[in-house]
């Protein structure tokens, strides 16, 4: 007899989940159709980083070459060169230049970097190997200036290796260039 | 040329060994399940030996993808060490990163301000619910049910989206910084996170009728891969697979770290520790995760997000930890040896998947091959975990 | 065209032209169902299923079906080559005369003969045999696995599947189609026999999943264990024929249910075959539901169903309409 009961129960159960997927059936769908619709979720999204310009000159990046992102970062994709103004670019050892051995993201210990030292520093290059990247944000939470930022490509894609590597600093020399360009483009 | 094999028919060294080691009287079929392979999730390799359907021996290969990430330890600053941990287990990446920055923090003594716990066990619970989700949706797909992991993806889909507001990230997240969080939770994120959980309410009976009642898994779960307690014991499983066994053994209970001390809520235990056990565990483990959550949405505090006194040179002192946390798969154990420079001397990862899975080639023994998949997937393995 | 026409009365002809209607029918319906199954499992996972080629992805099938054609024949290193190859046609050959004696409508038959019922069920069960062929000629061992399951499993469902009929066969006094369709169309709905004979019915049903080797049943090619059971060395046309073939056999068994318990092509205001065919497509429709709802079934489960449940509910079900039928006269 249990076993008849059983057996009834669990008939019952394949017939609930029929009415399960009957309704889902019933249902409009819930898949974004990417040509024709795009998500809503891009405000949060995080590209590469992007070197952020001073408020007044868009030329001029904020970055005083202080070279902790390019210590931090786990997959050394970052690639900094700069000199000392007055000196000739690429002139200055890239020793003269290290400030921190090994910086802690959060730390307070930012303020040793005075003012009259952030004008010391001139970027020449600022390489991105985004190949090797794996977004975790520590370059840009130990910059001691903030002159790092996230970008906001989502539909950035190449075909080649080369296509992921960039030079920042010509990439916001292009942005200050053509502004609406970029725009578009992110 | 073409009638010639190139290869050798006794197989490579595992299955040639294998087939060595104690081959069983009478016409038996050594078969190679993975490394590609729908139901090994990955890249899990296991060599089963059969008779007709029944699975005689199973010998798990691993090693697929094994990345080095305890080497990585050691040329690695401890900073710098971050990322790797949303890639050990990437479908809990948050139990880890909890793991590793909790080691940290207990070898350099450093505090982490009252509002970064609560916001750690709100991130770190959706995401144990959006791995429970996957291994939910995984088992019925290994099971031959593949409508329910498209819903499973509905709602993790919202989770995802929702832990990529302060994450930046959708799956390999590095959240976690030695000292608190890398960044704060918006309104934006308690908002959905509320409107999360009041829908997944409705979606978690849902689940239930489509398939934990369903008759048919019923019969592929009830009574298949019963796991004694002290098997359990003998292989450490941890996690639902230990707590389907009947042991209520929780890391957040048993030594609360954090503040997990605060909150009101279960350790659901099973009874027989069978297939259908674990599978129980897990779907009660959602609604835990969702009370946890809701009381520390109640409770959150203000403050920091991260502790605001850290150190500028990050050189922890001489000597050795061991922290635990409780990850959707187990206990997830960093083990850190110190020698006072800016690098670990010795990282080592306790991975809750490697325990449970040796537990299968016990398990699987005399049952039938559908069942060995079952049990298989009932463990909640995800490979990368396992190799590390 | 008086004389073409007049060819037809000519049985030979007739059957030839039956035959190639009923080969372009199963290619039609090759197409359609596949996108069908694929819409209803994309709307029951809230997506939208194919979608790119063609108005709504209908020409989706058709592409498929032109890329499976286009691919290169490969067989494995070490298969049987004749069995290898022998096994897929095998499988979709037996189709066509399946579904010969199926009337469609009350004049829209292939061949009428008396042993109908008999004819499908015959060869109907030479699948099994491709199947079983396709496994062992493949030399992989999943594929072998495959096709002992499928052995199995079509062998012990074919008594409940016999054993339902018959109880219908019982009833209508007759294994012709067309008189078992008669039969049903003399009070309306009532005399269907699904209302005489629901046991039977369903056990039918559920004995047609299994022996069409259809989700929940489908475990000759469970894709989670055996990754894809018989066919696991099949691609390009050696692999569609075995798909049409699976398809071709859910329009036999759907068809030949709607004959046996569902009046066939009898009812109101449409004409004979929009029934036939709406009442076969439902039937489909209800299968796809069923495989995009359950997990499956594991091996030993499906047989104890098979000879603790079917086989003694059948063999009740005959017995008693037996006696119903005696003491009814």
Same mark, same amino acid.
């Given at each position: 007899?249990?076993?008849?009961?059983?057996?009834?129960?669990?008939?019952?159960?394949?017939?609930?989940?029929?009415?399960?997927?009957?309704?889902?059936?019933?249902?409009?769908?819930?898949?974004?159709?990417?040509?024709?619709?795009?998500?809503?979720?891009?405000?949060?999204?995080?590209?590469?980083?992007?070197?952020?310009?001073?408020?007044?000159?868009?030329?001029?990046?904020?970055?005083?070459?202080?070279?902790?992102?390019?210590?931090?970062?786990?997959?050394?994709?970052?690639?900094?060169?700069?000199? &000392?103004?007055?000196?000739?670019?690429?002139?200055?050892?890239?020793?003269?230049? &290290?400030?921190?051995?090994?910086?802690?993201?959060?730390?307070?210990?930012?303020?040793?970097?005075?003012?009259?030292?952030?004008? &010391?520093?001139?970027?020449?290059?600022?390489?991105?190997?985004?190949?090797?990247?794996?977004?975790?944000?520590?370059?840009?939470?130990?910059?001691?200036?903030?002159?790092?930022?996230?970008?906001?490509?989502?539909?950035?894609?190449?075909?080649?290796?080369?296509?992921?590597?960039?030079?920042? &600093?010509?990439?916001?020399?292009?942005?200050?260039?053509?502004?609406?360009?970029?725009?578009?483009?992110? | 040329?073409?009638?010639?094999?190139?290869?050798?028919?006794?197989?490579?060294?595992?299955?040639?060994?294998?087939?060595?080691?104690?081959?069983?009287?009478?016409?038996?079929?050594?078969?190679?399940?993975?490394?590609?392979?729908?139901?090994?999730?990955?890249?899990?390799?296991?060599?089963?030996?059969?008779?007709?359907?029944?699975?005689?021996?199973?010998?798990?290969?691993?090693?697929?993808?094994?990345?080095?990430?305890?080497?990585?330890?050691?040329?690695?600053?401890?900073?710098?060490?971050?990322?790797?941990?949303?890639?050990?287990?990437?479908l809990h990446a948050l139990a880890w990163n909890w793991a590793?920055?909790?080691?940290?923090?207990?070898?350099?003594?450093?505090?982490?301000?009252?509002?970064?716990?609560?916001?750690?066990?709100?991130?770190?619970?959706?995401?144990?619910?959006?791995?429970?989700?996957?291994?939910?949706?995984?088992?019925?797909?290994?099971?031959?049910?593949?409508?329910?992991?498209?819903?499973?993806?509905?709602?993790?889909?919202?989770?995802?989206?929702?832990?990529?507001?302060?994450?930046?990230?959708?799956?390999?997240?590095?959240?976690?910084?030695?000292?608190?969080?890398?960044?704060?939770?918006?309104?934006?994120?308690?908002?959905?996170?509320?409107?999360?959980?009041?829908?997944?309410?409705?979606?978690?009976?849902?689940?239930?009728?489509?398939?934990?009642?369903?008759?048919?898994?019923?019969?592929?779960?009830?009574?298949?891969?019963?796991?004694?307690?002290?098997?359990?014991?003998?292989?450490?499983?941890?996690?639902?697979?230990?707590?389907?066994?009947?042991?209520?053994?929780?890391?957040?209970?048993?030594?609360?770290?954090?503040?997990?001390?605060?909150?009101?809520?279960?350790?659901?235990?099973?009874?027989?520790?069978?297939?259908?056990?674990?599978?129980?565990?897990?779907?009660?483990?959602?609604?835990?995760?969702?009370?946890?959550?809701?009381?520390?949405?109640?409770?959150?505090?203000?403050?920091?997000?991260?502790?605001?006194?850290?150190?500028?040179?990050?050189?922890?002192?001489?000597?050795?930890?061991?922290?635990?946390?409780?990850?959707?798969?187990?206990?997830?154990?960093?083990?850190?040896?110190?020698?006072?420079?800016?690098?670990?001397?010795?990282?080592?990862?306790?991975?809750?998947?490697?325990?449970?899975?040796?537990?299968?080639?016990?398990?699987?023994?005399?049952?039938?091959?559908?069942?060995?998949?079952?049990?298989?997937?009932?463990?909640?393995?995800?490979?990368?975990?396992?190799?590390? | 065209?008086?004389?073409?026409?007049?060819?037809?009365?000519?049985?030979?002809?007739?059957?030839?032209?039956?035959?190639?209607?009923?080969?372009?029918?199963?290619?039609?319906?090759?197409?359609?169902?596949?996108?069908?199954?694929?819409?209803?499992?994309?709307?029951?996972?809230?997506?939208?299923?194919?979608?790119?080629?063609g108005p709504h992805g209908l020409l989706q099938p058709l592409?498929?079906?032109?890329?499976?054609?286009?691919?290169?024949?490969?067989?494995?290193?070490?298969?049987?080559?004749?069995?290898?190859?022998?096994?897929?046609?095998?499988?979709?050959?037996?189709?066509?005369?399946?579904?010969?004696?199926?009337?469609?409508?009350?004049?829209?038959?292939?061949?009428?003969?008396?042993?109908?019922?008999?004819?499908?069920?015959?060869?109907?069960?030479?699948?099994?045999?491709?199947?079983?062929?396709?496994?062992?000629?493949?030399?992989?061992?999943?594929?072998?696995?495959?096709?002992?399951?499928?052995?199995?499993?079509?062998?012990?469902?074919?008594?409940?599947?016999?054993?339902?009929?018959?109880?219908?066969?019982?009833?209508?006094?007759?294994?012709?189609?067309?008189?078992?369709?008669?039969?049903?169309?003399?009070?309306?709905?009532?005399?269907?026999?699904?209302?005489?004979?629901?046991?039977?019915?369903?056990?039918?049903?559920?004995?047609?999943?299994?022996?069409?080797?259809?989700?929940?049943?489908?475990?000759?090619?469970?894709?989670?264990?055996?990754?894809?059971?018989?066919?696991?060395?099949?691609?390009?046309?050696?692999?569609?024929?075995?798909?049409?073939?699976?398809?071709?056999?859910?329009?036999?068994?759907?068809?030949?249910?709607?004959?046996?318990?569902?009046?066939?092509?009898?009812?109101?205001?449409?004409?004979?075959?929009?029934?036939?065919?709406?009442?076969?497509?439902?039937?489909?429709?209800?299968?796809?539901?069923?495989?995009?709802?359950?997990?499956?079934?594991?091996?030993?489960?499906?047989?104890?169903?098979?000879?603790?449940?079917?086989?003694?509910?059948?063999?009740?079900?005959?017995?008693?309409?037996?006696?119903?039928?005696?003491?009814?006269?």
């Amino acid at each position: 007899m249990t076993t008849i009961q059983k057996t009834m129960k669990g008939l019952w159960s394949l017939i609930v989940g029929l009415k399960v997927t009957g309704k889902e059936f019933c249902r409009p769908w819930i898949t974004v159709h990417y040509p024709r619709q795009e998500v809503t979720n891009l405000d949060s999204y995080r590209g590469h980083i992007d070197l952020v310009p001073y408020p007044d000159d868009s030329n001029k990046p904020l970055c005083i070459v202080c070279r902790r992102c390019e210590e931090t970062c786990p997959s050394g994709c970052i690639r900094i060169d700069g000199h &000392l103004p007055g000196a000739e670019s690429g002139e200055a050892a890239r020793e003269l230049l &290290l400030i921190s051995e090994v910086p802690l993201p959060g730390s307070k210990a930012r303020e040793p970097i005075h003012a009259a030292d952030k004008t &010391l520093r001139v970027l020449d290059g600022f390489a991105l190997n985004y190949n090797f990247c794996s977004l975790c944000g520590l370059c840009v939470q130990v910059c001691p200036v903030s002159s790092l930022t996230f970008s906001s490509d989502v539909y950035l894609a190449g075909a080649s290796r080369a296509d992921f590597e960039f030079d920042l &600093l010509r990439r916001l020399r292009d942005r200050a260039k053509s502004p609406a360009k970029l725009r578009k483009a992110a | 040329m073409l009638d010639k094999p190139s290869f050798s028919l006794n197989g490579d060294y595992y299955s040639s060994r294998f087939s060595a080691l104690g081959k069983s009287e009478g016409d038996t079929l050594v078969l190679n399940l993975g490394p590609q392979h729908p139901s090994t999730h990955g890249v899990l390799r296991v060599i089963v030996e059969l008779d007709g359907e029944y699975v005689k021996r199973a010998e798990p290969v691993l090693g697929y993808v094994h990345r080095m990430h305890e080497k990585m330890g050691e040329v690695k600053t401890y900073v710098q060490y971050l990322p790797n941990m949303g890639r050990v287990d990437y479908l809990h990446a948050l139990a880890w990163n909890w793991a590793y920055v909790g080691a940290v923090e207990k070898l350099m003594g450093l505090e982490v301000p009252e509002r970064a716990e609560y916001i750690r066990v709100i991130t770190c619970e959706l995401n144990r619910i959006s791995s429970h989700l996957l291994w939910w949706g995984a088992y019925v797909l290994d099971l031959g049910g593949f409508t329910p992991i498209l819903y499973a993806f509905d709602d993790r889909e919202m989770l995802m989206d929702i832990l990529q507001i302060p994450t930046g990230s959708r799956l390999t997240y590095c959240y976690y910084r030695f000292g608190g969080v890398s960044a704060d939770l918006s309104e934006t994120f308690l908002i959905r996170t509320r409107g999360f959980i009041e829908r997944f309410k409705t979606r978690i009976p849902m689940y239930q009728d489509l398939v934990t009642g369903n008759m048919i898994l019923r019969g592929r779960c009830e009574d298949i891969g019963a796991l004694p307690v002290e098997m359990a014991r003998r292989y450490g499983a941890t996690g639902p697979v230990l707590r389907g066994s009947g042991v209520a053994y929780d890391v957040r209970r048993f030594e609360p770290y954090s503040v997990y001390d605060k909150f009101d809520f279960d350790v659901p235990v099973g009874k027989n520790g069978d297939a259908m056990d674990r599978y129980d565990v897990r779907m009660a483990e959602l609604t835990q995760s969702v009370r946890i959550i809701e009381q520390a949405l109640d409770a959150i505090p203000d403050g920091p997000f991260i502790n605001p006194d850290l150190p500028d040179r990050f050189l922890p002192p001489k000597g050795e930890v061991y922290y635990a946390v409780e990850g959707a798969r187990g206990k997830i154990g960093v083990y850190l040896l110190s020698d006072g420079s800016a690098r670990p001397y010795r990282l080592k990862l306790r991975a809750p998947g490697y325990s449970n899975l040796h537990v299968f080639a016990e398990l699987a023994q005399g049952t039938i091959l559908a069942d060995a998949v079952s049990i298989l997937g009932s463990l909640d393995l995800v490979i990368p975990e396992i190799d590390r | 065209m008086t004389q073409l026409l007049q060819l037809l009365t000519n049985p030979l002809v007739y059957l030839l032209v039956a035959l190639v209607a009923i080969l372009t029918f199963i290619a039609l319906n090759g197409l359609i169902l596949v996108y069908v199954e694929r819409k209803v499992a994309g709307f029951i996972q809230r997506r939208p299923g194919p979608f790119e080629v063609g108005p709504h992805g209908l020409l989706q099938p058709l592409a498929d079906a032109l890329k499976l054609v286009g691919k290169q024949l490969v067989m494995p290193r070490g298969a049987d080559r004749i069995l290898y190859w022998a096994a897929p046609l095998l499988s979709f050959a037996p189709v066509a005369v399946c579904l010969l004696p199926i009337p469609f409508g009350p004049h829209l038959v292939g061949l009428n003969v008396n042993l109908g019922l008999l004819l499908v069920l015959a060869f109907s069960g030479l699948n099994v045999l491709a199947l079983c062929l396709a496994g062992w000629g493949s030399n992989n061992k999943y594929a072998l696995l495959g096709a002992a399951r499928a052995v199995a499993q079509s062998v012990a469902y074919e008594i409940p599947l016999l054993l339902s009929v018959l109880a219908v066969a019982f009833t209508c006094r007759s294994l012709n189609f067309t008189e078992i369709t008669a039969s049903q169309t003399t009070r309306g709905l009532l005399s269907w026999n699904v209302f005489s004979q629901p046991l039977a019915f369903l056990i039918f049903f559920v004995s047609a999943l299994a022996e069409t080797n259809r989700a929940p049943f489908d475990l000759p090619e469970a894709e989670s264990e055996l990754t894809a059971g018989f066919h696991t060395e099949y691609s390009g046309m050696g692999f569609g024929l075995f798909f049409l073939a699976e398809y071709s056999y859910m329009i036999v068994v759907c068809a030949v249910a709607s004959v046996l318990f569902l009046g066939g092509w009898s009812g109101p205001f449409l004409p004979g075959h929009w029934w036939m065919l709406g009442k076969i497509y439902t039937l489909i429709l209800i299968m796809m539901w069923f495989r995009w709802t359950y997990p499956r079934v594991r091996f030993d489960q499906l047989l104890n169903v098979c000879w603790k449940w079917l086989i003694p509910l059948s063999l009740i079900n005959l017995i008693g309409t037996a006696l119903m039928i005696n003491l009814v006269r």
